[in-house]
């Protein structure tokens, strides 16, 4: 089957899914009736022949509040495959991050370069850098991916942590053990640790970002003195209903395991659960549904308050890695500078663009494309915007003409020497500051 036609059959696929919705339930789902077993867990002989597997996400004894696993029953065991053996990496990098030093310095980059035909999504990442250690479980990494080719008879799983896709361009089919998940630019998908799943293109190219969470998994955050609505809502995460292979022929299955990508063949499709239930389940989101909470009197929020998931640390309150969003939103705020104030920050932040273009910066700064402000370095508005916000009109401003995210992180994020050295790093970053002017008058 040609590239197109694929992608055309991936849309038709995409467009008919139906889905389970909220975050962090006890979901369970069947593609054939009587698939899953009743009253427990693994049955002396499991309903219609299957193998029953249980995919444990955290510690057996963590609090039942933390604990994520899922009960799977499937056509063969995970167990009944060859060796794996090691492959090349290509692009994909892992912490710690020893490649070369922490930079203090800003830093931002133009969009990955287009890559060569029939690079699929896992040939496609490029990692840019990041900070803890996978074999410890602590820190993430920040991954860029462009592609041209879906994955075909390969399937993909990362026991180092959780995967965050946030596409830029083009949507992606994601074919999960659990079912299956379409993420288009504007969504985020959501893959546990440890998950199968092959990347199949709803265009004919695909381009975005991936946050690697090493650390405790995603949960949306605590509300506080907000309530019990706000940010992002529970219902709008949206789970994938069963769905299986039941595929007899060769099958690349990636396992990315302390660093290292490990390849076997098995004989057939590890996409092939019947059934499932539990809590260790991928997710999709539409960032356009985040309910924007921000001033109505004056001065700019801090960013926290456009948090969509977190991973908890264990310092409360200090985050491995916030996932935040600068979605369409109101500016009311009076006698208020009403972009993103000057600040230096002891989290460091991974900024990208989805689409349009971002209110503190007024070029440079483009889809695909994102900069790395690591811990306590100065940063904000750029001199063009922060001259037309001082003298702008405060009026009600709709500011629905960019869609921005943003990973922040409690470590500094090393970048890797390919990103250090890359030809689409900005070397004249700085410059963007350098028209401010002294106005101080005594």
Request: negative net charge; contains cysteine; charged residues 20%.
């Amino acid at each position: 089957m040609s590239e197109q036609a694929g992608s055309e059959q991936a849309r038709k696929t995409a467009e008919a899914l139906e889905y389970l919705t909220g975050f962090g339930n006890e979901h369970s789902s069947e593609a054939v009736p009587g698939a899953l077993p009743l009253g427990r867990n693994s049955p002396q002989r499991a309903p219609l022949g299957l193998y029953a597997e249980q995919l444990s996400g955290s510690a057996f004894t963590e609090p039942r509040s933390h604990n994520r696993r899922s009960w799977l029953y499937r056509i063969r065991p995970s167990a009944a495959h060859p060796p794996f053996t090691r492959i090349d990496n290509g692009a994909l990098r892992t912490a710690p991050f020893t490649e070369a030093p922490a930079d203090p310095n800003r830093l931002r980059w133009n969009p990955l370069p287009d890559p060569a035909p029939g690079t699929d999504f896992l040939a496609g990442l490029w990692t840019l850098g990041g900070n803890g250690d996978a074999t410890q479980r602590t820190g993430m990494a920040v991954h860029l991916y462009a592609a041209n080719a879906s994955m075909t008879d390969r399937v993909f799983s990362d026991s180092d942590g959780e995967l965050l896709i946030v596409p830029e361009r083009g949507g992606l089919l994601l074919r999960t053990e659990l079912g299956l998940l379409a993420a288009r630019p504007g969504d985020v998908a959501i893959i546990p640790r440890g998950v199968r799943f092959r990347v199949e293109l709803l265009d004919a190219d695909a381009r975005g970002y991936v946050c690697e969470n090493y650390g405790q998994p995603f949960v949306l955050p605590d509300l506080g003195p907000i309530g019990a609505n706000g940010l992002a809502a529970a219902r709008d995460f949206r789970a994938p209903v069963a769905a299986y292979e039941d595929v007899e022929r060769p099958t690349e299955v990636i396992n990315k395991f302390c660093g290292n990508l490990w390849s076997a063949t098995y004989d057939h499709s590890p996409l092939d659960v019947v059934a499932w239930y539990g809590t260790h389940v991928p997710y999709v989101y539409d960032l356009r549904r985040f309910n924007v909470l921000g001033t109505i009197s004056y001065d700019h929020p801090d960013p926290s308050i456009f948090t969509v998931l977190t991973s908890p640390s264990d310092t409360p309150g200090l985050a491995g890695v916030d996932f935040v969003v600068f979605a369409p939103r109101w500016l009311v705020g009076e006698d208020t500078f009403r972009p993103p104030y000057f600040h230096r920050n002891v989290m460091s932040e991974y900024m990208g663009l989805i689409e349009g273009a971002y209110d503190a910066k007024a070029e440079g700064f483009v889809p695909g494309g994102g900069s790395l402000h690591n811990m306590m370095s100065a940063h904000g508005p750029d001199h063009e915007t922060f001259a037309r916000a001082s003298a702008a009109e405060l009026k009600p401003q709709k500011i629905d003409d960019g869609l921005a995210f943003m990973f922040e992180t409690r470590w500094p994020i090393t970048a890797t020497a390919q990103a250090a050295g890359a030809d689409h790093l900005q070397r004249g970053y700085d410059d963007v500051w350098q028209g401010l002017q002294r106005h101080f008058r005594a």
